[in-house]
């Protein structure tokens, strides 16, 4: 089974493919090859083939290093922290029990649009002194 798209592909000598276009680790196009072939360049040279993209024919493998790949497990990381959230928002609103009612129309008025939104909505209500 491949590995879900969060990870930073599957890296080591498991590789499911008989041709795979291979990237050495300054980037340059090796071109397409037998897994032997690309397994042996990667014995020769030290390095760990990682799967870059599965979904072209035929998949691209690129050779790196151990800290190549932990840097770029550490800028997908970044990146994925600075991207917006998908998914729900959870919006939460605290008052008093011995809130006005005003108040309290306007906040109940604030938790319908909110579920309007989707939003999920917490209320938080405190007991007055």
């Known amino acids: 089974q491949p590995k879900s798209k969060a990870a930073f592909g599957s890296v080591g000598r498991r590789i499911p493919y008989r041709i795979l276009h291979v990237i050495n680790q300054d980037g ?6 037998h897994r032997a ?24 493998y690129r050779l790196m290093t151990g800290q190549q790949i932990h840097e770029e497990q550490l800028k997908r990381a970044e990146k994925k922290k600075a991207s917006p959230k998908q998914g729900v928002v959870q919006k939460e609103l ?34 007055a002194k």
């Open 94 to 127: 605290s008052f008093s029990s011995a809130i006005a009612k005003n108040d309290l129309e306007t906040k109940t008025k604030q938790i319908a649009q909110w579920i309007e939104k989707r939003h999920h909505v917490k209320v938080t209500i405190r007991q």
């Open 37 to 60: 072939e690309a397994l042996r360049l990667m014995d020769q040279h030290g390095l760990k083939l990682v799967l870059l993209h599965e979904n072209v024919e035929p998949p691209v």
């Open 28 to 33: 340059e196009s090796l071109g397409n090859m």
